[in-house]
């Protein structure tokens, strides 16, 4: 089982950046892709960026070009620089991370709210 600490959510003003932070701990060590997805009120969760343990990246098409993820040295760490951050990027915010199998774990999310 893969625990969670979720950091780096708050309130900000449009324009603003946040750095999200998230340490896993537990079952750890078949974990290859770690990332965050997102979810607003009344919509479907979606991705907003994942990196492989190669450091292969993906973003959600909304995000591109102003968020940054990455991993810390120990690998089992992960950020999310958001800058030039809009309103529409208000929501819940979910660490994520699989295993090789395709196992998924998620956090208990980390709220983000962009102000107008």
């Known amino acids: 089982q893969v625990q969670f600490v979720e950091s780096g959510g708050g309130l900000v003003q449009a324009g603003g950046s946040l750095r999200l932070s998230c340490a896993t701990s537990?079952?750890?060590?078949?974990?290859?892709?770690m990332g965050w997805y997102r979810q607003a009120p009344g919509k479907q969760r979606e991705l907003a960026a994942v990196?492989?343990?190669?450091?292969?990246?993906n973003y959600g098409d909304s995000v591109k070009g102003r968020f940054t993820i990455s991993r810390g040295d120990a690998k089992n760490t992960v950020y999310l620089q958001m800058n030039s951050l809009k309103p529409e990027d208000t929501a819940v915010y979910y660490c994520?991370?699989?295993?090789?199998?395709?196992?998924?774990?998620w956090g208990q999310g980390t709220q983000v709210t962009v102000s107008s």
């Open positions: 994520y991370a699989r295993n090789i199998v395709g196992n998924t774990s």
């Open positions: 537990g079952s750890i060590f078949s974990i290859n892709t």
């Open positions: 990196i492989s343990d190669s450091g292969i990246t």
